[in-house]
């Protein structure tokens, strides 16, 4: 790195003045993986895949208002509903193939983040840092370097080879061609001078510049770049040393997913969402020198778990995960050192938002209601369980069903839970997508559930609807439903059906669901249960009919 003291001069200078104060705020969970960019490909699909973090509001031509509209955020200051993000890493294995190179703490590659770094570094003695304005988006790096061209831009972009407690060794503008035990830590500052003007520009940098000077990180902001605002730093530590034993040839085997072997094109993007009021007031009243976001009054925070629980479905039709034959979109990988080529690539159009739940009305007589969260010490439905490494969705419905159970829930891709009420404190939240993004066992496109979220099925009653995100009426079912798998009860064997004036609780008090079936759909209602007869019992008025429906320990 051509200015590798960046942190140790900067832990010196603030332990001799508070003036250099930053907060840093850890993106757990990162919101979405695919190919979307709003900066540069706003409203299509973008020429390659990005880890996204920051605030749910984010789409594919995402406003401000948008994003202050989020229900929550995949980093920790509620009040900052930004987004963040930096092109996936790959390990490109010998025979050509890829794959996604995990965040470190992240083996399974389903949630990491990053860090983001809000820096205060005056130019001079009590320069007033500004916040960004509402609309304010800005890139950093350039996608298609191939070699370290000297300027400030160039210089911004930077690698940690971290060794695990052995000495140090210094930063690099480029990826390094040797293992890093602790894992590469990609670093990437942007430009923190303003010219006051343009919220963004046709190529998202020329309304903003470095310092004037050799150096990306302190000094005066440029006469036509007067705004000097806080300076964002970003820090993704990559888990490449799983891959120690798989490196061949001379050269190093990871590249970005815009074809970059190299480094030199690593770049991100920031799309304000910041309620600019609480930043500017955390600006000017958070001087400590520690980083310590939670010591900072001006915000609040929220929780890992809520952290993690921000996350979007993808809404670009391919496949990020696992081994590729080829990076998505069209990015061979360019050496360099000229610039990267643009490719030409078919136009790939934006599709639904991909659902995390299987569609069991009208098969099953169950919906969707959402993904809810767990705590191992206290579950959250405690009734009944079991666990299969050939787990899926519908048979831990058939379990949970065959048992009378009302609630059925799938989790880390292999246990099933059941219950007849779901607690408040665990139901999914409105708005929030929620982390079951585990494959589940026995059908790796289903989900199931995830660590600490629970995928939450129920049994229908009057009328069924899955939870889609966003919210969509055309899951919904609002004609009477009857489970055909006709499930056992908890009084004697027998099922009641009910028409919507009269409950089953009528018959059997301690049967807590409710079966309203229209009086003509009784006969093909039983027609599902093999051995059931039916009796008519007196009718209390002559509007109400009750039916009885008796069977051989089938029901």
């Known amino acids: ?162 060794q695990n407690g052995s000495p140090p060794l210094p930063e690099t503008n480029a990826l390094p061609n040797y293992n890093c035990p602790g894992g590469l830590r990609a670093q990437l500052f942007f430009p923190s001078c303003w010219n ?25 902001c440029p006469s036509n770049f007067p705004i000097h605002m806080v300076s964002i730093f970003f820090e993704v530590l990559y888990d490449t040393n799983r891959f120690k034993d798989m490196w061949y040839g001379n050269q190093q085997p990871f590249v970005f997913a815009n074809g970059d072997p190299t480094g030199y094109g690593f770049h991100g993007d920031f799309v304000n969402g910041w309620d600019t009021n609480v930043l500017q007031n955390a600006i000017d009243n958070c001087n400590a020198n520690n980083g310590d976001v939670s010591a ?15 996350k979007l479905p993808t809404v670009v039709a391919e496949n ?46 169950w919906e969707y209601t959402g993904c809810g969260t767990d705590n191992i010490q206290m579950r959250t439905f405690t009734l009944k369980s079991t666990s299969s490494n050939t787990m899926t969705v519908e048979s831990c419905i058939d379990f949970c069903s065959s048992a009378g159970y009302t609630y059925a829930g799938v989790e880390y891709s292999a246990e099933c839970y059941c219950d007849n009420s779901l607690p408040a404190s665990r139901a999914p939240k409105d708005g929030i997508y929620g982390g079951c993004n585990f494959p589940c066992a026995g059908n790796s496109s289903q989900s199931c ?17 899955n939870t889609d995100f966003p919210p969509t009426s055309s899951s919904s079912s609002t004609a009477p439903v009857a ?9 004697n064997n027998q099922i009641f059906v009910s028409t919507a004036s009269v409950p089953a609780q009528t018959f059997c008090p301690t049967y807590t669901a409710t079966w309203n079936v229209a009086a003509s759909a009784i006969p093909s209602y039983l027609g599902n249960c093999s051995g059931d007869s039916v ?17 051989a320990g089938t029901v």
């Open 535 to 551: 009796k008519n019992t007196a009718a209390p008025t002559t509007t109400t009919t009750r039916v009885k429906a008796l069977s």
């Open 320 to 365: 990020t995960d696992g081994w590729q034959r080829s990076l998505p979109g069209c990015n061979p990988v360019q050496n360099g050192p000229a610039y990267a080529s643009r490719v030409p690539c078919p136009v790939t159009p934006l599709s639904d938002p991909k659902k995390n739940y299987v569609d069991l009305i009208r098969s099953k007589g």
């Open 196 to 220: 006051g003007r343009d919220l963004d520009t046709p190529d998202h940098r020329s309304h903003v510049s470095y310092f004037n000077g050799t150096e990306y990180n302190s000094g005066l």
């Open 1 to 162: 790195m051509h200015s590798s003291t960046f942190f140790f001069a900067l832990g010196l200078a603030w332990t001799i003045t508070p003036i250099w104060a930053y907060l840093r705020m850890s993106c757990p969970g990162r919101l979405v993986r695919e190919r979307l960019d709003p900066v540069v490909s706003p409203g299509v699909v973008s020429g390659h895949v990005h880890t996204i973090s920051g605030g749910s509001g984010f789409a594919p031509n995402i406003t401000y208002q948008q994003a202050r509209a989020s229900k929550c955020s995949s980093c920790q200051i509620k009040e900052d509903l930004s987004n963040y993000w930096t092109p996936q890493l790959y390990f490109q294995a010998q025979n050509g193939s890829f794959i996604p190179v995990p965040v470190a703490g992240d083996g399974s590659d389903l949630n990491g983040g990053m860090i983001v770094y809000y820096l205060q570094r005056p130019g001079k003695q009590g320069e007033k840092l500004k916040t960004f304005p509402e609309g304010f988006r800005m890139l950093a790096g350039d996608t298609f370097k191939r070699n370290f061209t000297g300027d400030l831009a160039a210089k911004a972009v930077t690698f940690n080879c971290l």
């Open 449 to 465: 559930g995830g660590s600490g979220f629970i995928s939450i099925y129920h049994r229908c009653t009057t009328s069924c609807k």
């Open 296 to 310: 900072c009054s001006a915000v609040t925070m929220f929780s890992v778990d809520e952290c993690n629980a921000c």
């Open 483 to 491: 489970s055909p798998s006709c499930p056992k009860n908890n009084c």
